[in-house]
């Protein structure tokens, strides 16, 4: 996610907000974000009720005998201003997408 962070002038000039969202506290978010130096953009916790956000999005991991039961997949969503879901990329733990694909599809809507 510090990648978003290097790039959110580029983000900006595509009229997107970036927001993270995971099911962590609110207080784990703080803590995260400033152990990697901080962040500008909105952290989201889908901490109670556990998940809602996540599950209501097809990406809460319900399989207990999966690694990081209980978390959300890394996933990417781009959404319109309509509400529509325009973009959705779900990838493995510790992976993600470099951010010119975003910007790729980002130039098509």
């Known amino acids: 996610?510090?990648?978003y962070?290097?790039?959110l002038p580029?983000?900006?000039d595509f009229d997107t907000?970036?927001?993270?969202i995971s099911v962590d506290s609110a207080?784990?978010?703080d803590a995260w974000a400033k152990s990697i130096g901080g962040i500008s953009y909105p952290l989201c916790s889908d901490f109670y009720p556990h998940g809602e956000v996540?599950?209501?999005y097809g990406v809460l991991r319900k399989n207990p005998d999966e690694p990081a039961y209980g978390a959300s997949e890394r996933a990417l969503f781009?959404?319109?201003?309509e509400g529509i879901?325009?973009?959705i990329d779900v990838h493995p733990l510790g992976e993600q997408p470099d951010n010119e694909e975003l910007f790729d599809v980002l130039r098509k809507l």
């Not at 907000?17 to 993270?20: I, P």
């Not at 781009?78 to 201003?81: A, R």
């Open 10 to 12: 580029r983000f900006e």
């Open 17 to 20: 907000q970036v927001l993270g």
């Open 85 to 87: 879901i325009r973009y």
């Open 54 to 56: 996540s599950e209501k």
């Open 5 to 7: 962070e290097d790039d």
């Open 78 to 81: 781009l959404i319109d201003k």
């Open 1 to 3: 996610m510090p990648s």
């Open 27 to 29: 207080h784990s978010h």
